[in-house]
């Protein structure tokens, strides 16, 4: 279904392929208080990272309709796998809709890493994406700076179940960061709205790292770059002008999975007891 018009109003529907997109979702909440904001975790299919690409399509274009349907104005796909899969047939389904994906900071990572060599942790569909790809060419090209590629199997999985302080976290971050920060990478990119949420986690590990070589070692800057997607989405906003709410600002979840673990979520990650609501069956 093709949408040719576009009513403004002042809601926001985020998601993403379980609790990842909360790591943006903070962010849009904090920069445009007076919005309301809808937040969808189809955790029932997560996570999409292991999914075919025809899946991941079909997941966001029936999570953006039902969005559209609870009374969103504008969308944000929190999720770097979607966005690789999908963003292109959603801004061709609504051409006339405010609309952001995520994708990994490369430019940012490029303008500040020291060494030249950069790191980048994402999921495994992320990295061989075409988009991906695309984008990795050209900011090398521009700036001869050498992309180091890391996919994180598991990471997500742990994550969404909320061991963001286990043993397993960190023995995945352990086997993923050092090889990087060995081969001179100064700078790592959190190339999934996942990764934001164990970055304490991953500071542990280069800390630990860090502290094993004999040499000085140099500072590792993290890029994180829901403070952008944020931004993006207020500027649209404005050309869109689409105004801010009179009331105070709502929030509310929906999911494909479990309504009580996506309202532990909100208050482990977020501190935010709003209002969840199940949608399996409409699924």
Known sequence: MTVSAFTPGSTIGVFDSGVGGMSILRHIHALLPQQDLLYFADSGFAPYGEKPEAEIVARALHIAQYLLGQ??????????????????????HYPDLPLVGVEPGLKPAAAVSRSRIVGVLATAYTLRGEKFIQLQQQISAQSR????????????DLIELGQIDSSDTLALLQRYIPPLLDQGADTLVLGCTHYPFVQVQIERVIAQHQASQLA?????TLIDTGEAVARQLQRLLGAHQIPPNPHPTQLKGFTSGSASALQQAFWHLLELQPPVEAVEQEF
């Open 216 to 220: 000085d070692a140099p500072a590792i």
């Open 145 to 156: 700076v050498q992309f180091l590629l890391q996919p994180c199997t598991g990471l997500v």
């Open 71 to 92: 009374g969103a104005q504008a969308l944000v796909v929190a999720c770097n796998t979607a966005t690789v899969a999908a963003i292109r047939l959603l801004r061709q």
